[in-house]
Every structure is written in structure tokens, then in C-alpha cells.
């Protein structure tokens, strides 16, 4: 259940700052903004296989330099659920009542709670840090989305373009047709930097150049990625203490307060195995 949770059916979350609260289209493009709740209930749970809580949630990597995870879940019987921040921003397809939507889910830089439709289903890619769509900034969409109009069962408009949906199996193709258009780019800096190779500009330009491209500093990115590292390891059972040694945290106190920032929950709640609340998809990197 997403990049970037996932699951509010009929709006996805946004908020594109004050283009969310005026109604009125992201960058001119006919994209509809749409509350952070409503879409942020559009992303996946954690695990690859889990049925937990009314969810069933499956999740998968990508041989796609483009692509860092493909989910896809279904909803019953659960009507909230906890979105972790993430620098990624996802694409993502849905079903409630009937009426399918698309939208371009953006970079979560806080945890915050998302409402859950009963009997949707949810598909989505989650792209890697540096993509973006050449229409539509990443950096507009930071803890909003953005919903593409006009979807039917069978296509929707993209950059001006009629295209088929996609579904968890060929997520790649239709990834590479994006590429191939143009309507998916990549920045050649940004990938670089995150590789840790020599960058052969100014370390400004690089800030510059992931903010435009992310919509998040260097920094953010860092800790949440080290939070939800963080989060994982705890699930997994090691100790508090010992997550902090490792990853780098001055001490508990600090690890505590990043927990409750940007995975929205405390050490002893993610030991919690039946918790009273889903959380969103947490995996390995």
C-alpha cells in the first residue's frame, strides 16, 4: 500500500503549497491538486506479502535504474493508517467504488496520518531519487500530489498523451516508453552525487540541483532515509541503543525524536506486532 501510504481512493493526497489550497492547476498542466491526507492514504504497507489489519500489501525491487520499488495493495475493513516520510515520489493508480484515478504523489518530508477507503485496490511505481517528470516538478510536490484527470479503466492522459495503464507486472515497460518520450528525465548530477562520485561542479550546484530535482536538501534526504533505516532495523529486534550506535545518532534521545519526525511512531510501538494503526512501506535499501 506508497514511495512513496497508500490508500485514500478518490483524492490523493496533496496540498502543492498554495496551488492546493486555491483549487487551481499544478504548473498549468490541468492537474488537480488534492489534499496531503487523501493521497498519502495511496501508499504501501511494508512488508513484500503482508496481510495485516484488512490490508494486503505486496511490494517488489526494480532492475530499473529509473524505479526504486513497485507496490500494489488492497483495503477492507481499516480507515486510517500512519504515511512515513520519503524523499521518493511515486506514481500511483487506483480503484474505489467503481471510478479509477491516477496521480503523481510527491516527497513526504514529515510522518502524518492518512485516511483508509474500504474496498479499493491500489497499484504504484516509486521512482528513484534524481527522476522526474519533465512537465510536472518534483519540487512543487513536496508533501501534496498532484491528480491526473480524465482515467478510465483502460488509459489515462499523460504530458498530452493517451497511455495505457500499467500494472505491477509491467511496470519497467511502461517506465522505459517514458524514458523514450522524454516525459520521464533524470538528473545526471544528482544520480552522481548519490553514487558518491566526483561531482564536476560546485558543491552549491549540486545543493541547487537536488533541491530542484527532489524537492529536498542533501540533508533531509539524509535523515529520513537514516530514520526509516532506523525503523527497520527496531522491527527487525535490535535494540534502541544499538540502532543509534550504528547509524550515527548523538544518543536514544535523538534517535527518539527522529522516530516520532518521520516514521510517526516510538521505538516500543514499532516492536508493537499487531499494531492498532498500519504503518506505510518500509523496506531494505
Known sequence: MKSRSIMEGSCLAAMV???????????????????????????????????????????????SPYIERVWRSSSSEVNRMTSVATAHWDLVFWQHC????????????????APVPEDATFFG??????????????????????????????????????????????AEGFVRRMVGEGVLVCDPVVTAALR???????ERTVQRRFVAATGLTRGAITQIGRARQAAVLIQEGMPA???????????????????TRYIGRTATQLRDRDPSEPLSLLYKT
Open 98 to 113: 467503481g471510478q479509477v484515478s491516477v496521480a503523481v504523489q510527491g516527497p513526504e518530508s514529515k510522518a502524518s496520518p
Open 125 to 170: 511505481i516509486i521512482f528513484s531519487l534524481g527522476t522526474s517528470l519533465s512537465h510536472l516538478p518534483v519540487n512543487r510536490l513536496v508533501d501534496g500530489s498532484a491528480e491526473i484527470p480524465d482515467a478510465t479503466r483502460r488509459s489515462f492522459w499523460l504530458n498530452g498523451s493517451a497511455w495505457r495503464l500499467p500494472d505491477y507486472d509491467n
Open 196 to 202: 558518491g562520485a566526483p561531482a564536476d561542479v560546485s
Open 17 to 63: 503549497s498554495d496551488l492546493c489550497r486555491s483549487g487551481t492547476d499544478v504548473t498549468g498542466t490541468g492537474y488537480r491538486p488534492v489534499s496531503i491526507s487523501q493521497l498519502n492514504a495511496n501508499r504501501p504497507m511494508r512488508e513484500e506479502g503482508l496481510t495485516r489489519m484488512g490490508l494486503e500489501i505486496e511490494s517488489r525491487p526494480s532492475d
Open 241 to 259: 541503543h544499538d540502532v543509534a550506535y550504528r547509524l550515527g545518532y548523538f544518543d536514544q534521545p535523538h534517535l527518539a525524536r527522529s522516530l
